[in-house]
């Protein structure tokens, strides 16, 4: 049914299929909820959009449709478990200037009591650029599952060669623009909260740019390694728009992502560069 029925069930509710319409996207949960059987939901998606999370959270602007199926299950004074299979197209985000290149995400997750395991693959343009695969174990048996999740044992691979856009433009950072090529291969341990990152990052024929400035840098090489949850810049060089060179080196840390954005501290020298056009 198209309405949403409720009837009582073991001290709780048990709700009926309920389709949910969003533009051209279908969504239809069922389950109990509230009673001495635990909680057991099931939500069945195909081709819902992505910005109907703009009507509860602000500044995602996220495009993109979700399909896919998501089981979560919780027995009266035990832990919750749950599976999730999904899969986005066209995922991209909007920011005040740009928009991310889109891609498509292929999504398999297992929550077990003590662990969560995830596997990710990114593909655009129908040809596979990235792969993440990860395991939070030691899951506390306390707590809310945010936080046991949060404090869980992290491990984590991430391996990424595509164009730099379709990553950077997803963080929303509107100052700058970063363009080309891009290869990324990581290992993380510690915890979602405080990241240890080990591994390395390349681009060659990069672009900078900063609608703000004017700033425009071309034909940038970067070379990069990552040392617990800081990236540090080892090298860059590129050529402004008049023939200068500009060259530098710097630290970007990602570590608290959950309260505020990256920490960057960048130092350039220029030769003869025009940096800035405003």
């Not at 533009?23 to 992505?50: E, H, N, P, V, W």
């Not at 395991?117 to 990114?122: C, E, G, S, V």
Request: hydrophobic letters at 40%.
């Amino acid at each position: 049914p198209r309405r949403a029925i409720l009837t009582k069930d073991r001290g709780g509710w048990a709700l009926a299929p309920t389709q949910i319409t969003y533009g051209d996207g279908i969504a239809i949960a069922q389950g109990r909820f509230c009673g001495s059987g635990g909680t057991d939901l099931k939500l069945q998606l195909a081709d819902m959009s992505l910005s109907v999370l703009d009507i509860a959270l602000t500044d995602m602007s996220l495009a993109g449709k979700i399909s896919g199926i998501v089981d979560y299950h919780a027995k009266p004074g035990g832990l919750p478990t749950g599976q999730g299979r999904v899969e986005i197209k066209g995922l991209s985000r909007s920011g005040l200037v740009l928009t991310s290149r889109p891609i498509d995400l292929y999504l398999v997750a297992d929550l077990s009591e003590t662990a969560l395991q995830a596997r990710a693959a990114i593909r655009e343009d129908s040809v596979r650029r990235g792969r993440i695969q990860a395991r939070i174990s030691g899951m506390s048996r306390s707590g809310g599952l945010l936080d046991r999740i949060y404090g869980g044992s992290l491990f984590a691979q991430v391996r990424y060669g595509g164009p730099a856009d379709a990553l950077w433009r997803m963080a929303a950072i509107d100052a700058f623009d970063l363009t080309g090529p891009l290869n990324v291969a990581a290992d993380v341990t510690g915890t979602l909260t405080a990241p240890n990152v080990r591994g390395t990052l390349a681009g060659d024929d990069l672009r900078f740019r900063s609608s703000l400035t004017g700033t425009d840098i071309q034909k940038i090489r970067a070379r990069g390694t990552f040392a617990g949850s800081t990236l540090r810049l080892t090298s860059f060089a590129g050529s402004a728009r008049n023939g200068g060179r500009v060259s530098g080196s710097g630290t970007i840390d990602i570590g608290g992502l959950t309260e505020h954005g990256p920490v960057m501290d960048i130092r350039l020298a220029a030769v003869n560069a025009q940096v800035m056009n405003r």
